[in-house]
């Protein structure tokens, strides 16, 4: 199984801050990397598809980038509703793995 | 608008079954692959098993392989999750996706809770 490494696994900032988190793969997955939101009590969200597409409807102070092994998810301008947990998941083999989440918090 | 529908979900003994349900609304269900994931309280996403748009390709996390099924009605739109053998560590929150763009998970339902307990 490919495994999925998120850093860090929280981190703390304020509104408008940039914030950068990264997901590392144990074997290269191409860009078959997707990232999800996930709010207390809720399902998760998806954000962006194959490394740096996003899904309809999602503000563009999000973006991915990387390939083969190193990824990243940044929010350019973080903003209140986007306090969260984030998930980064390959799509590149079966099983589908997740990386373990990374926890905004509001500093 | 799309939307997926779990039930199922309950209280169980440990050893015991469940079968969970997901039933798909407002898309062609039949052109998609859809994913079973769960999530333990408190803890992260965990994939748990796939199946192909026609229902003859399967796949299962490796954790879980032997103890659960997965099947779906195209004529029903309706995708099934057969767990045996339960212990506490399959408590958690079970969700069923879409696989949309990217081979990523474009629509999720709610979720369902397995609790295993005696």
């Excluded at chain 1, 998806?46 to 409807?57: E, N």
């Amino acid at each position: 199984d490919i495994q999925m490494t998120q850093s860090p696994s929280s981190l703390s900032a304020s509104v408008g801050d940039r914030v950068t988190i990264t997901c590392r793969a144990s074997q290269t997955i191409s860009n078959y990397l997707n990232w999800y939101q996930q709010k207390p009590g809720k399902a998760p969200k998806l954000l962006i598809y194959s490394t740096s597409t996003l899904q309809s409807g999602v503000p563009s102070r999000f973006s991915g980038g990387g390939s083969g092994t190193d990824f990243t998810l940044t929010i350019s301008s973080l903003q209140p509703e986007d306090f969260a947990t984030y998930y980064c998941q390959q799509s590149y083999s079966t099983p589908r793995t997740f990386g373990g989440g990374t926890k905004v918090e509001i500093k | 608008e799309e939307q997926l529908v779990e039930s199922g979900g309950g209280l169980v003994q440990p050893g015991g079954s469940l079968r969970l349900s997901c039933a798909a609304t407002g898309f062609s269900f039949s052109d998609y692959a859809m994913h079973w994931v769960r999530q333990p309280p408190g803890k992260g996403l965990e994939y748990v098993s796939a199946i192909n748009s026609d229902g003859t390709i399967k796949s299962y996390a490796t954790s879980l392989r032997g103890r659960i099924t997965v099947s779906r009605d195209n004529s029903k739109t309706t995708l099934d999750l057969q767990m045996g053998s339960l212990t506490a560590a399959d408590t958690a929150m079970y969700f069923c996706a879409r696989r949309g763009p990217g081979l990523a998970l474009d629509i999720w339902g709610q979720g369902t809770m397995v609790t295993v307990s005696s």
